[in-house]
Every structure is written in C-alpha cells, then in structure tokens.
C-alpha cells in the first residue's frame, strides 16, 4: 500500500492549454500527454468547451464536485454526468463538447491506450471492501474526503482527493464519503 497525498500531485496545462490538470499517477512514470499507456487525473472545468483528443486512448469521466456537465459525444445526444451519475467511459479520439450544468466542476478522468491496457472506474461509499491487486493489475483508491483505509494490519487515514495504491485486500469506512475504485488492467 502506498498513500499519495492530493498536495503532491503533478500539476500541468491540458493539451488543449484552456486548463489545468492535476496528474494523480502515470505509467511509464514521468510519461507526456502524449507518450503515456494509462493516466489517472483531476480537472477543473470553469467553462464550456471542446475536450482535447487522444488517438488511441479510452477514457472514463467522473464528476468529484459541482452541479455536472452534459458531454455531446461524437455528435451523439448530449449524456448528463454529475455526482450521483455511474463513471462514464467513451473513446477520447472521438469529438467531445461539454457544456456545464451550473458553474464549474472537479472531474476525475482514467485514461488508458486501447489495445495495451483496459481500466474500470467504480463509485463506492459507507463501508467495503476492495480486492487487491491480481496479476497484470494495478488498483487505485480515490477519496473524495476523509476515510480510513486499511490493509495487511496498516491503517492509513486518506483525507479529500488523496489517493492510495492498493496491493493486497482491503476494507474501507467511509461513511457517506465517495470514493473511486480504479482498476487498471494490461502489459505492464
């Protein structure tokens, strides 16, 4: 197990340079925008806008705060995300608007390279379990504010937007609290 703190992530502009992106992890580590097999990060969205393409890459889109967005997929019905919605996973080489429901949101987007990696994005609250790592996977556990996090007889306290790699299985209190389970699958 291995907790990362919300202050130390990476900040960085989005590709697209209307925005700011906080990288949580990134394989291989020190990887660009552009050179990465699967990316886990935050967003701020404070306008309406074209969402940045990556050729080769699914993603799968979470609201962590703030009224929503509705996202027009490949010219497709608009679909609305908010905090209650399940993750939304959609190609990111396909065009995609957003349009903010009522004022900005903090999004958690998973990204991986099709055809090298697969990842699942799962929403958990109150009290449960998460399986630990099997061969070939990599786990994350995201909380979007205070919860505890215990596994192999150590018990971390995770605070709002910390992060922590899991390893072996886990249980988790965490009250009404959100949080991410994120499953990354592939050639690593």
């Not at 925005?19 to 990060?41: K, L, N, Y």
């Not at 608009?78 to 004022?103: K, N, Q, Y």
Request: proline fraction near 4%; charge should be negative; include cysteine.
């Amino acid at each position: 197990m291995k907790r990362l703190a919300a202050r130390d992530y990476k900040r960085m502009p989005w590709k697209n340079g209307k925005g700011e992106t906080v990288e949580i992890a990134v394989f291989p580590p020190g990887a660009s925008v552009d050179d990465f097999e699967w990316r886990i990060s935050m967003a701020s969205v404070v306008n309406d806008g074209a969402f940045s393409l990556f050729p080769e890459i699914d993603r799968t889109l979470s609201i962590l705060s703030g009224h929503g967005m509705a996202l027009t997929i490949d010219a497709a019905a608009p679909v609305l995300l908010t905090m209650e919605s399940d993750p939304l996973r959609f190609a990111a080489d396909v065009p995609v608007d957003a349009t903010l429901v009522d004022g900005a949101i903090t999004d958690l987007n998973v990204m991986t390279r099709r055809g090298r990696f697969a990842h699942s994005v799962e929403r958990r609250a109150s009290s449960f379990s998460v399986r630990g790592c099997e061969r070939g996977e990599t786990v994350y556990l995201l909380a979007t504010g205070p919860v505890t996090f215990t596994s192999a007889g150590e018990t971390v306290k995770l605070e709002a937007m910390d992060c922590v790699l899991v390893g072996e299985d886990a249980s988790v209190t965490a009250g009404n609290i959100a949080c991410y389970e994120i499953r990354l699958q592939g050639d690593a």
